[in-house]
């Protein structure tokens, strides 16, 4: 007989940047906030070095590169958006070192950004990493405080998987 916990797989995502853990609750943009897009977390980044925060492939790179879509080895999918309104910016600071369907694992280097540029700008600088809206994953911890990229646990999951 199968126990209800075997339909479970628990899962971490590592924090992406160097800063400053925020709820997402407290993200300057609606969609964010509200959690439409997914629940997660923010960073206020320290640098502009983002890291794989898990083994997995790039699925989508937005074409002004301020944001990109990774599916886990597990296959749930996770967004991780730079900032807030730089897709305003065109690219403009923003060099991704990875493409799509490329296999990453925790820790690669998958995009740079230049904070002044992104301050000149006026942008919100603000790291969001959410995964989008699924029925069959639920946050079960949060992690706070200070991060550091691939290194401190951001966020664990649990997958209803059969």
Known sequence: MLN???FYKKNIILAPVNGQ?????????FMFSQKIIGDGLAIKPLDGQILAPCKGTVE???IEKHALFISCED???ILIHFGLDTVEMKGEGFECHVCVKQNIKIGDLLMSVDLE???KNKKDDTVIVVIPQNKNIDIIHKNTGQCLAAKTPLFKYKKFCI
């Open 117 to 119: 540029k992104i301050k």
């Open 21 to 29: 853990i925020v709820e997402i609750e407290s993200v300057d943009d």
């Open 75 to 77: 296959k749930t999918q």
């Open 60 to 62: 989508c790179i937005l």
């Open 4 to 6: 209800v916990f075997d």
